[in-house]
C-alpha cells in the first residue's frame, strides 16, 4: 500500500513550529509542513473537529485546516487556505486573530 508520503503534491519540509488550534486556543506543534498540508503533534490528546485554524504562533500564519487523518496525537490536515493575521483575515479567522493580536498586545517582545 502506498505511503502518504508517496502521494502528496508538494513536498514537505520538517519543522517544529509551535502552534495553536482554534476554536480551542489548544497548543500544538508543526512537525511538517506545505504549501497544502501539515502534520501536527498534540500536546495531550484532544477531540478534533472535522475543520480548524492552526496559527503558526510566531509568525501570524493561519490555515483554514481539514483533518485528514490521527494517529498517537498526531494529526495530518489538508490546508484549504492560509492568510496572514497582520492583514486582514476572514470572518472564519477572527477568533484566532483577536487571541494572537491579544498575547502580541500583552508580550510586545515575543512579537
Not at 37 to 66: C, K, N, Y
Request: a neutral charge; aromatic letters at 6%.
Amino acid at each position: 500500500m502506498d505511503r502518504a508520503d508517496n502521494r502528496r503534491r508538494h513536498a514537505r519540509g520538517s519543522t517544529a513550529l509551535a502552534a495553536r488550534i482554534f476554536p480551542s486556543g489548544y497548543s500544538c506543534q508543526i512537525l511538517d509542513i506545505s504549501p497544502r498540508g501539515m502534520r501536527l503533534r498534540l500536546e495531550t490528546p484532544m477531540p478534533m473537529a472535522d475543520s480548524f485554524i492552526v496559527v503558526e504562533w510566531a509568525s501570524g500564519d493561519a490555515h483554514d485546516a481539514q483533518a485528514v487523518w490521527t494517529r498517537e496525537g498526531e494529526v495530518g490536515v489538508q490546508v484549504l487556505r492560509t492568510c496572514d493575521l497582520r492583514d486582514r483575515a476572514p470572518l472564519p479567522f477572527a477568533e484566532a486573530k483577536a487571541a494572537w493580536l491579544a498575547e502580541r498586545a500583552a508580550n510586545p517582545e515575543a512579537a
